[in-house]
């Protein structure tokens, strides 16, 4: 008879859970007492003018709630302006007039200043087009943006070239594309608005202002513009922020300024998104939609280089009576219990001591605790022996190699890129750092500036296994500050400031990094002269940090001395903040910013409070990584229960309970190995060698592979695949590997079926080794009736193991 049926009834009993998801009662709104609306008044100036304004409404418990598509909208002079059902002013032609806006019993009027509305209108490319091209993704990367264009139509990615557009538009294709003398047949509008086939089908209806634009535009002659003429300098989304309901609704206007001092409603061109689709989305239009989920979400709001965001806080209906009070360990729950009390949520209870051991052990050092240390953890009565064993475990070989593994990853040890020699010499560096508690500014700092002989200065590897100056600018940054310029290398990034000016400037200080073969080996050091340009100026471009002006000379010596420098100083605004928020999002299953290496204006972190906070206390701690690894483990954030209760069970960005999380590839085999006592031997490696102590991330493995290790392409983390598959839950049901090593004759389950004749005790031992913890009275019932029911014992316990290993609580981090 086949083993598995009786490994899926063991599975599924083992998964039984007490976690239930609480649903959420519906808040009825309290009725409005007073209309606002946002101008209280409204000028429209210039030709075919253009403004949208905010309706809200004051309830009677002092909330502020959106009524822009739920108000009435009627205008005085009909002739003199329009307006539309969302409350989009449209002035027709010069006067003075005013809108009348109702909901309910209430009402306000708005007057409406209508000016220059018949000045003919002068075009300008830059500000006028490009705008319609961004807003209906022609020129993004998936249409006529990417780098090969699409069928023979190719745009700058974002508009970053406007004169070669200007060019594609009007030069190539021998000029078909544009025809001034009947601008509705030019093949740029009938293609866009359906009149003959389009791969992108209809993107611009006719008789839309976008569509009269565009038409207009080519009647003129398709100008470019003049350079005097004015640029956008910055955008503003109205409102800022707000506090929203759940499934509550939100509109949003951008208007963008320009360098004259003009100011123009740009909502329809403007392109939003979400950092947090679970919480809030947001549509083209500009309207936010706040789902179930309780929590604060950013949306960013981007034209023409220049960004803004819009933050709502969206909490939980306010509870039936008053939260309990709970202890604080240290400053992390302060400010992490003033942001749950903000959205009406209770933190879950404290964890047990068999999930406190379980998770700060896989945490730290990426490995199982023994049978034998959980017996005694378990039993010992100490009241500190948490923020002990936290100790204990910093001081074990395997943090160094748990942490040199995530580390490696990071900075691409690669030995297909570096070679046996130079990789495992990479690597070691990295160890030794760890094993040392090597403070985190020098640890980057020997990244950075790493010179002289490789084999004293292993860390100028790096520049070995990324050899473009480019990309080790954006490594770099990427990796040490969280910031990802690598965009702005073609272009302005789409979601932030940076401009191919710093980008290039960041790049600027790995130009003269080459290497240099000498008779003690090879050397790295500033040997070369090669100058930065602007790709589409000529300008010259020094190095310089971000968020600074170009100088006007280089710097003198190896530059790369200057940006560490840089980097490291403690007033750098990205440094520790990058450093304590990887650490932060590794205990805590989600960073503050997230993702972790992205971090942007317009990706704002979850608690600001709380990552400064910690990011001062790194400073002040001289950078020291196990310091912030106890203060975290220390706090009662980190050491909250996975179990939710009423008001968190949809939580899952303001640390209100701990995240399972899914363990790492190395870590899992790891524990595999361990709880079923047969060690493996990788390929090329000595015998006795873990997983996490593989240095080589190409050795071959099935099993590694599956579970998503990477193999140290790119520096993004999202490059270790976390995501459950179908193929990993068969892989563990039904592999020959993990059956040999659960029948292995010289196994753990072999001697412990033999020392133990006791089921109970038998039992005990079973899931000290597999869950750390003692079983319960159920947990033991049905072990013991398994053992009972089955003639060969040694095979019911390979059963009864099989299944604990592909039970969550075995798979998964809690």
């Known amino acids: 008879m086949s083993r598995v049926p009786h490994l899926f009834l063991l599975v599924l009993l083992l998964n039984i859970s007490g976690f239930s998801a609480m649903g959420q009662d519906s808040q009825p709104s309290s009725a409005v007492k007073q209309l606002l609306v946002d101008p209280p008044t409204v000028k429209l100036s210039g030709p075919n003018p253009q403004f949208s304004i905010i309706v809200s409404g004051k309830t009677s418990t002092g ?26 002013l449209q002035g027709l032609l010069d006067g003075q007039s005013s809108v009348t806006v109702t909901y309910n019993n209430l009402t306000v009027n708005v007057p409406v200043v209508i000016q220059n509305s018949q000045t003919a209108r002068t075009f300008n490319f830059e500000n006028d087009i490009i705008p319609v091209f961004s807003k209906f993704g022609c020129n993004a990367a998936g249409c006529h943006g990417k780098a090969e264009g699409q069928n023979g ?31 509705e047949e030019s093949l740029l509008l009938t293609k866009a608005s359906g009149g003959v086939p389009h791969g992108g089908g209809i993107r611009i209806h006719k008789g839309t202002d976008d569509y009269r634009t565009l038409r207009d535009w080519i009647a003129a002659g398709m100008p470019f513009g003049k350079e005097s003429d004015p640029k956008v300098v910055s955008i503003r989304v109205t409102p800022q922020s707000r506090q929203l309901r759940m499934n509550d609704k939100q509109q949003l206007r951008v208007v963008a300024t320009y ?18 689709d679970a919480l809030a989305g947001v549509n083209e239009f500009g309207l936010v939609n706040s789902l179930d989920q309780p929590g604060e979400v950013a949306i960013m709001a981007a034209y023409m280089g220049a960004v803004d965001i819009f933050r709502a806080l969206v909490p939980r209906p306010q509870p039936s009576g008053k939260q309990p009070e709970v202890p604080k360990y240290n400053f992390i729950d302060g400010l ?22 379980r998770r700060v052990s896989l945490d730290c050092i990426g490995t199982l605790p023994t049978a034998e240390e959980s017996r005694k953890f378990l039993t010992d009565a100490s009241p500190n022996k948490r923020a002990q064993l936290v100790k204990q475990l910093l001081q074990r070989p395997e943090y160094a190699d748990y942490w040199s593994m995530k580390w490696a990853d990071l900075l691409r040890v690669d030995r297909q890129a ?115 340009k602007h790709p589409r100026t ?74 400064n ?56 085999f790891d524990a595999i190995c361990q709880t079923t006592g047969v060690s493996e031997k990788f390929e090329g490696m000595p015998a006795g060698y873990r997983a996490i102590q593989l240095w080589d991330s190409h050795v071959p493995h099935y099993f590694l592979k599956l579970f998503g290790r990477p193999v140290r392409s790119s520096v993004c983390e999202c490059e270790r695949s976390s995501q459950p598959s179908v193929s990993q839950v068969l892989h563990v049901l039904n592999s020959p590997n993990l059956q040999s090593k659960l029948s292995h004759e010289s196994g753990r389950l072999a001697r412990l079926t033999e020392q133990f004749k006791d089921d109970s005790r038998l039992i005990e031992e079973l899931y000290l080794t597999f869950f750390n913890r003692f079983p319960t009275t159920v947990e033991q019932t049905i072990a013991a009736n398994y053992l009972k029911a089955q003639e060969n014992r040694q095979l019911a316990t390979e059963d009864l193991t099989w299944a604990m290993m592909n039970s969550m609580e075995f798979m998964f981090n809690h």
């Open 63 to 88: 909330q502020i709630v959106d009524l822009t598509h739920s108000a009435q909208y009627q205008v005085q002079h009909s002739e003199l302006v329009a307006v539309s059902s969302n409350g989009v």
């Open 153 to 183: 139509f190719k745009l700058s990615v974002f508009g970053f070239d406007p004169k070669a557009d200007l060019s594609t538009l009007t030069s190539e294709g021998r000029g078909r594309r544009v025809f001034p003398a009947v601008p």
């Open 259 to 276: 360098s004259d001092g003009r100011q123009l409603d740009v909502t329809r061109h403007a392109k939003f998104q979400s950092n947090n």
């Open 336 to 357: 992490v219990d003033a942001k749950l009390n903000k959205l009406n949520i209770a933190p879950s209870q404290i964890c047990t001591d068999a999930d406190f051991l």
């Open 418 to 532: 570096l070679g046996h020699k130079g990789a495992y010499s990479y690597y070691r560096w990295i160890r030794e750092s760890f094993a040392q508690n090597k403070p985190y500014d020098q640890f980057v700092r020997e990244a950075v500036s790493a010179e002289g002989l490789l084999r004293d200065a292993p860390a100028g590897h790096l520049y070995k296994v990324v050899k473009d100056p480019g990309s080790v600018a954006s490594t770099v940054s990427q990796v040490f500050l969280g910031i990802r310029i690598e965009c702005a290398q073609c272009h302005h990034h789409p979601f932030d400031r940076w401009s191919q000016t710093d980008y290039l400037g960041i790049r600027a200080y790995f130009t003269q990094v080459g290497f240099k073969t000498t008779n003690r080996g090879e050397m790295i050091a500033a040997l070369k002269t090669t100058a930065t």
């Open 538 to 611: 000529g300008a010259a471009v020094f190095a310089h940090p971000l968020a600074t002006e170009n100088p006007e000379t280089s710097p003198a010596g190896d530059r790369r001395q200057l940006l560490a420098a840089w980097m490291t100083a403690d007033e750098n605004p990205w440094f520790a903040k990058n450093l304590v928020n990887r650490v932060w999002a590794h205990f805590a299953g989600r960073g503050l910013v997230e993702p972790v290496d992205d971090v942007r204006s317009t990706n704002p972190p979850t608690n600001p409070e709380l990552l």
């Open 613 to 668: 906070a910690l990011a001062d206390h790194f400073i002040e701690s001289n950078y020291d990584i196990h310091q912030l690894i106890e203060t975290i483990a220390s706090s009662r954030t980190y050491q909250l229960s996975s179990q939710p209760n009423e008001t968190n069970a949809k939580d899952s960005s303001n640390y209100s309970r701990a995240l399972f999380k899914r363990i790492d590839a190395e870590v899992l």
